[in-house]
């Protein structure tokens, strides 16, 4: 369609994906070195005549890879094919060793999935045309400014060679939100597969596909005719690495796109890079074509058969399911069952602590307290997995009416996270056992003895004076007394 005719016409955003996932594998893709990058790591130490492309150095296909992707096949309820094969994908670029990329073309081992996502409430499915094996390239340092500006380029080749999935949605997304929704989602379960670690630098990056159709062309499902779609000119956006970066980058482009239109400019059909910084998307080239990059069979991979092997590959419970799971079996509210299962680690230490005690102190000790104190510290589950016990003495102590919730809260537990203590070693240090009914019926005859005046203004009816009471009983007591009890006790002593 001409810019003239697509100016006149309501405009609706077209938006497909390309995720490139790292696998959470011990060693790379085709070689024994290691993938586990630490941040202070020395550049090209992860390196070998492989992922070096030295000649002569032949590929071997990691296993843990090939189960990471059939488990993501799984989860997105995908075909998983029987028998699968690797191409090389040929361009030169200083990250690339070999001058050639070992991906998947023809035949990539997962296609036809889809993953649903609820936006503002609405459930969309998003189609997930293939999902392929591949491997990731090195990365580059630019010294002293930018891509366009650097003095000069280092290259490292640590991250060459690591697992990548790279997942290529149908142009399905209607608006940079369902981006967004997408991402969480995908990386939620990714998450729960344990293929993946969002914590790692550049474990996701994306490169989304920008057009403008015109609004009457998209159905009432939200399908667009495919002659629309491969009749739009669209921008390929590059180098995205966060939910909130996709979600911007794509918010700028429906702008600059809308813009050219209103002008009677057509959109040049191109690839752009996102500067996050800048928060622009730049021109970076035309359009690669994929018979730009001279596609052929990897004759040292010989084809991957994963028949009968597939079917022993199993998946854990997933996200949504869980969540449903969890609304039924603990008669959690929606609120409550997303928070519990935000993560499979969450979920699992919920679980847990639930077949200990009842669900419901469980749920509100979990998903309330112990989730927001760790927040707080900027820790995670993962700090405290392995102090399930010392948590659930925690909650024993609490049900067993051995302390107050309020020093359960406000002293005990935050005195485990912060020091890594247990909880009867914080009730002994910090004396916090309630106090015994003898003590607290003394406090209550001291306390009543002690103030005639307010005793004087109980009996005329001032509300505040048995307030007052109770807070010296309170602070007699250190704390530790009950307030309810407390307030029965004065109430009962008072009107005898
Ligand atoms: P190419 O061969 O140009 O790489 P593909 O068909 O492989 O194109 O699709 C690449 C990506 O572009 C996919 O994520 C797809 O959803 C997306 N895409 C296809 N058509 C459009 C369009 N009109 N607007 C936006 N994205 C699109
Ligand atoms: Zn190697
Ligand atoms: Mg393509």
Redesign the pocket.
Known sequence: MTAQALQQRDLAV?????VHVQLETDTKIFCGCSIEAADDEEPNTRTCPVCLGLPGALPVLNEAAVESAVKIGKAIDADVAEETRFHRKNYYYPDLPKNFQITQYDAPICSDGSLEVSVEGERREIGI?RAHLEEDPGSLQHEGGNIETADYSLVNYNRAGTPLMEI?????FRGPGEVRAFLAKLEEVLEYLGVFDASRDGSLRIDA???L?PADEVGEDGD?DED???D?N?T?VKNISSHKGAEQALAYEVTRQKNAVKRGREVEQETRHWDESRGITVSMRS?E??KDYRYFREADLPPLRVSDWKEQISIPELPDARRERFREEYALDAEAASKLTSTKSVADFFEDVADRFDADLAATWVADDLLGELNYRDMGIADVEDRLDEFARLIELVAADEITEKNAREVVLRTMLDEGLDPDAVVDREDLGKAGDEAVVAAVEEAIDENPDAVEDYHAGEGGALNFLVGQVMSKTGGSADPGTVNGLLRERLEA
Do not use: C, F, M, Y
């Not at 077209?14 to 390309?18: A, N």
């Open positions: 077209v938006i497909g994906l390309e045309g290529v949605t149908e142009p399905d596909n920008i057009s159709v667009v629309v779609l491969a739009a669209r390929e359009k074509e994929e």
